[in-house]
């Protein structure tokens, strides 16, 4: 009886021990799960092949269009890529990623290596002129999401020297540093293909304006070529479209190494949307052959001029040297004025001329009280407004109604007049700066407005003051301060200035560059917040619609928005409200060429898509170059999929040992349940 019951009190302890050792166990397997470690050489030694993870990054970037022997780089590139898919051993997996959408794998990973074979055999060159750094990023990402203890990442490349530059370095050694730091870190094997040198003639810009232009008006476009390479182009013919129909066709001289231009004006007989092409054919590197350009053409511009101090005298009122700036004819072309003037009082100011003017221009007003909702109204939905201070404006009013508080229509408070008309006063000049403004892009000169100075100012910020949140500054004064600023209001654009619109100020009026600013700044106000026509490989396109669109009777109504990429694909845009608008937004752009984008099925919206010129200079690495740049990958080089397959047979990785431990671990859970059960059923008979 002694030793029956030394038994039973040894059992429950012995039971506990196993229970805490149970319990001990299971975070440790959990751990290890999470780890997913490898039994090198484990699968060799029980008799399998060693199937692997690969992804392969194939370089679709523009310089693979070039052709030798009449085979271009991307089709030998893909040829390779499909010949290291079919020589993985059974049981691999597969991914593959592009530089032009890394983020979107071409083939994403997958068991069926005949099924990527056949969406390899789909690969073609694009436009884009991505470093190839991010492509070889997102793929070790991929990789990491991948089944086998083996990983390899390969990239197949011509190894562009503007694809793998020199300061790309840091960025290939972080994600060397980054794969090495993985818990199953890929091996980077690189695979060049192609060779030897190349000539390339590019249409490098294709200059033009961006902002609206009249029916009838001839515009001039420019594109500039250049010549990559040692040889040059003797006699290369440039071809100009217009909506599709050849108008024009030039030859251009280009030495090696140098540039060249042909110049094309056209006159549009219709408003709409219209676009223009500039193609040469001199060479196989098609991406940068041509050159896209959209452009809204517009009946006469209907701009309303608000005299806040009217004179009989010539030049002695507000607005007489703005009318006579948006009137006047410029540049060698002549032909019908981009704008329809109307100057009135505000006095005699009704809300007709209000509604039908695109932008209105303020000169001098004392106070808008008159017609302060009309105008926020017609702001609102989509009109420009052009805001000049001078010695008439009631501060306090412009503060409390047209800014207040940053809520209203008003960009900054106007705030004290600086400089003096005395003699030996200060005078302020603009600021040499970077045109980046769409309204001053056309002033690519840094001196455009040497000559011209302001004797008294309104100070609207100075370098010490942040700007209010959604106002930006398109010019400033030498002393940092603006001189322009501007703020989207609703559906509209308004741009506050700090001098008048006069000459009692200052001589801009009598400067060549006013003439231009102020037609510029005035077509750019016609635009509204309408979006850009024009846009690089990878920018979303965007659609709106008129600014009266919601007052449609059927409130259910939501406008059908469409775009078609080059080669006729489709694509819906979720249509959403924006102030008194519809806008809807694109997937991003891949194709160059011409988007067109329709509203209910009407009338078409072209968009031109360019890609960039980083890739136009055919230059390779050399092969010490790109044995460092293997390096650098923490890879080495393989010459064809024969390379691969040595690499896999040298490297063969062990088992992957996760799902056995996984097992385990349910066996230890399961085990650890039992054991509770068992002291809860021995409570039970204590008790």
Avoid at 402 to 423: D, F, I, N, S
Avoid at 473 to 479: G, M, N, S, W
Avoid at 483 to 494: K, P, S
Wanted: net charge neutral; glycine share 10%; with cysteine.
């Amino acid at each position: 009886m002694r030793v029956s019951a030394k038994e039973n009190r040894r059992r429950p302890r012995i039971e506990e021990l196993l229970l805490l050792l149970l319990r001990i166990l299971v975070p440790m397997a959990l751990a290890l799960c999470m780890a997913r470690p490898v039994l090198e050489k484990m699968r060799s030694a029980m008799g399998g092949g060693s199937r692997v993870s690969m992804v392969l990054v194939v370089d679709d970037t523009a310089s693979m269009a070039i052709a030798r022997g009449g085979q271009r780089m991307i089709e030998e590139a893909r040829a390779r890529a499909v010949r290291v898919v079919r020589g993985l051993p059974r049981g691999s997996d597969v991914a593959v990623i592009l530089p032009s959408d890394p983020e979107n794998p071409f083939v994403a990973p997958t068991l069926d290596l005949q099924g990527a074979v056949r969406r390899l055999e789909t690969l073609t060159f694009s436009a884009s002129d991505a470093p190839l750094a991010g492509a070889v990023d997102a793929a070790v990402t991929v990789g990491t999401r991948m089944m086998h203890g083996m990983r390899l990442v390969t990239v197949v490349s011509d190894f562009q020297r503007a694809s793998w530059a020199a300061e790309d370095a840091a960025e290939r050694a972080r994600v060397a540093e980054r794969a090495r730091g993985l818990p199953v870190a890929p091996m980077i094997l690189s695979m060049p293909v192609g060779g030897g040198e190349f000539d390339n003639l590019a249409v490098e810009a294709l200059d033009f304006t961006a902002l609206p232009v009249p029916v009838g008006r001839k515009v001039q476009f420019k594109a500039s070529l250049k010549a990559f390479g040692k040889k040059g182009f003797g006699s290369a013919k440039v071809i100009w479209k217009v909506d599709g129909v050849e108008r024009f066709t030039d030859t251009v001289q280009v030495e090696a190494g140098q540039r060249s231009q042909s110049a094309f004006a056209v006159e549009f007989d219709r408003a709409g949307s219209h676009r223009v092409e500039v193609v040469t054919d001199a060479d196989t590197m098609v991406a940068d052959n041509q050159r896209f350009a959209a452009i809204r053409v517009v009946d006469p511009i209907p701009v309303l001029l608000v005299n806040g101090e009217p004179s009989n005298e010539p030049l002695q009122g507000e607005t007489d040297f703005l009318e006579i700036a948006l009137l006047a004819q410029t540049g060698a072309v002549k032909g019908p004025r981009l704008f329809d003037v109307t100057v009135a009082r505000l006095e005699g100011l009704t809300g007709k001329q209000l509604a039908s003017s695109t932008v209105v221009v303020l000169t001098n007003v004392r106070h808008a009280d008159s017609i302060r909702r009309e105008l926020e109204e017609r702001v609102m939905s989509g009109a420009g407004l052009l805001v000049f201070p001078g010695d008439k404006i009631d501060l306090n009013w412009y503060r409390d109604h047209a800014h207040r508080g940053g809520k209203g229509w008003l960009p900054m408070a106007y705030r004290e007049v600086r400089g003096g008309t005395a003699g030996g006063g200060v005078t302020m000049t603009v600021a040499d700066q970077r045109m980046t403004h769409p309204a001053f892009a056309m002033f690519d000169a840094s001196d455009v407005f040497r000559g011209g100075h302001l004797r008294m100012w309104h100070r609207l910020a100075g370098l010490e003051d942040a700007l209010p949140e959604g106002v930006s500054v398109p010019l400033r004064l030498e002393d940092g301060s603006p001189l322009l600023v501007e703020r989207a209001f609703g559906d509209g654009v308004v741009i506050q200035a700090a001098f008048p619109a006069d000459a009692d100020w200052g001589n801009f009026p009598m400067r060549p560059f006013y003439v231009p600013m102020m037609q510029q700044v005035v077509a750019y106000l016609a635009s509204g917040v309408m979006p850009p026509l024009n846009l690089k490989v990878g920018q979303s396109l965007t659609v709106a619609t008129m600014g009266d669109v919601l007052k449609r009777a059927d409130k259910r109504y939501v406008p059908l928005m469409a775009v078609a990429d080059p080669s006729g694909a489709r694509e819906e845009m979720v249509a959403g409200r924006r102030g008194l608008r519809w806008v809807g937004a694109s997937k991003p752009r891949l194709s160059p060429g011409f988007h067109v984008a329709t509203v209910d099925g009407g009338e078409p919206i072209f968009y031109s898509v360019n890609g960039g010129v980083r890739e136009s200079d055919p230059e390779r690495l050399d092969d010490v170059q790109i044995r460092q740049v293997a390096s650098e990958l923490g890879g080495e080089i393989v010459e064809d999929a024969a390379g691969v397959d040595a690499v896999v047979r040298r490297s063969a990785a062990g088992l992957e040992i996760w799902k056995p431990l996984l097992a385990l671990l349910l066996v230890l859970l399961f085990a650890e349940l039992y054991m509770l059960g068992r002291f809860e059923a021995r409570k039970e008979v204590a008790r």
